[in-house]
């Protein structure tokens, strides 16, 4: 079975760009844990809230097809978190699939994985792309290679069936 591990922020999680996905990749028969700096409730943007499974210094890239960072305000806090980083270039190195949507692709820029990549985030977090050497498009959803990045919530299901295609496909 194939496996993925979406990484939510402590507070301020996006809650469809977490539950939309999630849902379009454990119906394709993907098994999802989900995990966080905590194992307490993470709390989302909306007030809704959800419980991780796992924490981000236990995520070994070996043991996942799919390594995706959740948007929401609260993603900033692993935009310079080494853990995030390192976690980011093992799996990049070892040929997963390596996801960010809304402004949680400035991750992957700060990770240094994004350089001369076609890439997206929310467009107010361009800059970042940019300085980081990546090709921003602007796209609700970009693929190139094994990274795929996502705009925001409004691109939350299309991201979901481009997760499924790359990782299933």
Same mark, same amino acid.
């Given at each position: 079975?194939? %496996?993925?591990?979406?990484?939510?922020?402590? $507070?301020?999680? &996006?809650? #469809?760009?977490?539950?939309?996905? &999630?849902?379009? +990749?454990? $119906?394709? /028969?993907?098994?999802?844990?989900? *995990?966080?700096?905590? +194992?307490d409730l993470a709390w989302g943007v909306g007030g809704k809230t959800f419980k991780p499974q796992l924490l981000i210094k236990d995520i070994k890239a070996a043991d996942f097809d799919a390594i995706i960072f959740v948007g929401? /305000?609260?993603? $900033?806090?692993? !935009?310079?978190?080494?853990?995030?980083? %390192?976690?980011?270039?093992?799996?990049?190195?070892?040929?997963?699939?390596?996801? *960010?949507?809304?402004?949680?692709?400035?991750?992957?820029? &700060?990770?240094?994985?994004?350089?001369? &990549?076609? *890439?997206?985030? !929310?467009?107010?977090?361009?800059?970042? +792309?940019?300085?980081?050497? *990546? %090709?921003?498009?602007?796209?609700?959803?970009? %693929?190139?290679?094994?990274?795929?990045?996502?705009?925001?919530?409004?691109?939350?299901? #299309?991201?979901? #069936?481009?997760?499924?295609?790359?990782?299933?496909?």
């Amino acid at each position: 079975m194939k %496996k993925a591990v979406m990484i939510i922020a402590e $507070n301020q999680f &996006k809650e #469809e760009e977490l539950f939309v996905p &999630k849902e379009i +990749l454990e $119906n394709s /028969g993907i098994e999802v844990q989900v *995990a966080s700096t905590t +194992l307490d409730l993470a709390w989302g943007v909306g007030g809704k809230t959800f419980k991780p499974q796992l924490l981000i210094k236990d995520i070994k890239a070996a043991d996942f097809d799919a390594i995706i960072f959740v948007g929401g /305000g609260g993603a $900033n806090q692993y !935009w310079t978190d080494p853990l995030a980083h %390192k976690l980011v270039k093992d799996g990049y190195d070892s040929g997963k699939i390596i996801a *960010a949507i809304c402004v949680a692709p400035v991750i992957l820029a &700060k990770a240094g994985i994004l350089k001369g &990549k076609r *890439a997206t985030v !929310w467009a107010s977090d361009s800059g970042h +792309l940019l300085v980081a050497g *990546a %090709k921003y498009t602007g796209a609700n959803v970009e %693929k190139d290679g094994k990274i795929i990045t996502a705009a925001g919530p409004f691109a939350a299901r #299309e991201f979901g #069936e481009e997760l499924v295609k790359a990782i299933l496909y």
